[in-house]
């Protein structure tokens, strides 16, 4: 059965530090898709990045990018340069392409920047 | 602003009484997913629709019900409230194709008295 584990379930960490998140998934499927959310205090859940388990490079938006290790089934994110206002909730979520449409989620990440 | 509009923004009723929770999915999107979030908790998928169909279940209770309409907007409805159905409820869309992310509406917060 598909799973995601977030095993960090609180950060602290101090302002302009970089931020890695980790996710492991668990699947058979060879076609899948690992997204990132972010849920702040105020409760709504945005997108933030999106790494296929074909694509050959590590996806990037901004100061987000993904360490992808397939081998491994590790999708960890990295947050560069941390701030404030990324104190969150971060959630990991999976998609297996051949077998199901559904996201299967974390439990989530509790990410608190220090100033 | 992802673009998927949710109503009321928060909801609050005693136990028994049925309310309906709506969504209006991004311009374009013909997949529409409700999620419940109880309190410090993770995501629980409930049902997602496409184009009008139910394309899948999740932990549904039979109290809840939900349905697209044909202009792609989506209704939860949920009767018999309890107590332990107070969450944060989420509508999200999205594009077709299995690589396309779900956007979030901003939630229905619902606190069942």
């Known amino acids: 059965a598909q799973k995601i584990t977030q095993t960090q379930p609180g950060m602290f960490v101090q302002e302009k530090e970089a931020v890695t998140l980790d996710c492991t998934y668990d699947?058979?499927?060879?076609?899948?898709?690992l997204f990132w959310y972010k849920q702040p205090s105020s409760g709504e859940m945005i997108f933030l990045i999106y790494?296929?388990?074909?694509d050959e490079q590590n996806a990037t938006e901004g100061r987000y990018s993904l360490n992808f290790q397939k081998a491994r089934k590790s999708a960890n994110l990295v947050i560069s340069a941390s701030q404030l206002g990324d104190s969150a909730m971060y959630f990991c979520?999976?998609?297996?392409?051949?077998?199901?449409?559904?996201?299967?989620w974390g439990a989530g990440t509790k990410l608190i920047i220090k100033p | 602003d992802s673009g998927v509009t949710q109503t009321p923004k928060h909801l609050i009723t005693a136990t028994g009484q049925r309310v309906t929770l709506r969504c209006s999915p991004r311009?374009?999107?013909?997949?529409v997913y409700w999620y419940q979030q109880s309190l410090d908790q993770g995501l629980q998928f409930l049902i997602q629709?496409?184009?009008?169909?139910?394309?899948a279940k999740g932990n549904i209770l039979e109290r809840f019900s939900a349905q697209q309409f044909p202009d792609l907007h989506s209704e939860l409805n949920l009767s018999s409230l309890e107590l332990g159905d107070s969450a944060l409820y989420f509508c999200?869309?999205?594009?077709?194709?299995?690589?396309?992310?779900?956007?979030f509406g901003d939630g229905t917060r619902l606190s069942i008295l």
């Open positions: 999200a869309s999205s594009e077709t194709g299995v690589s396309q992310p779900q956007h």
């Open positions: 311009s374009g999107d013909l997949s």
């Open positions: 629709y496409y184009n009008g169909e139910e394309r």
């Open positions: 699947t058979s499927d060879q076609s899948y898709g």
């Open positions: 790494q296929g388990s074909y």
């Open positions: 979520a999976m998609r297996d392409f051949d077998s199901n449409y559904q996201l299967i």
